[in-house]
């Protein structure tokens, strides 16, 4: 049976991609680098972020997750998320790619991330 994630319906709207994750690590856990969790620079929001991306890629393959949903997932609030995902992509942790008024942003999260150093 083939994962509705894996459809050719669906490809085209992937907005979450992992590259460089062990496949073997991505069930039933939410596991972050430490080099992100030890890092100073970064709010406790944006490592929440980042830790809730990796949670929908994880869980489901392919997902679809707007601002509003994650604030809500985090019950935070949505300029909140926001700012966080700045914040990631700013520092090279996130690449977002904008498709276009009313369409959801295709976040490639990223493993290796160069120091800012």
């Known amino acids: 049976m083939e994962k509705l994630a894996e459809t050719r319906a ?8 992992l590259d460089g994750f062990d496949p073997i690590s991505s069930g039933g856990f939410t596991q972050i680098p430490n ?3 030890n890092d100073k620079l970064l709010s406790f929001a944006a490592k929440a972020v980042y830790s809730k991306l990796l949670s ?3 869980s489901n393959n392919r997902v679809f997750p707007g ?3 994650m604030a809500e997932d985090l019950g935070t609030s ?6 966080a995902l ?3 992509e700013g520092d090279g942790w ?4 904008r498709r276009g008024q009313g369409k959801t942003n295709v ?3 990223k493993h290796t991330v160069s120091p800012k150093y």
């Open 10 to 17: 669906f490809e085209g709207r992937q907005n979450i991609v």
């Open 35 to 37: 080099a992100l969790l």
């Open 56 to 58: 929908y890629a994880w």
């Open 67 to 69: 601002e509003d949903t």
């Open 78 to 83: 949505q300029p909140t998320v926001s700012r």
């Open 86 to 88: 700045g914040e990631l």
């Open 94 to 97: 996130l690449e977002i790619v």
């Open 107 to 109: 976040y490639i999260l």
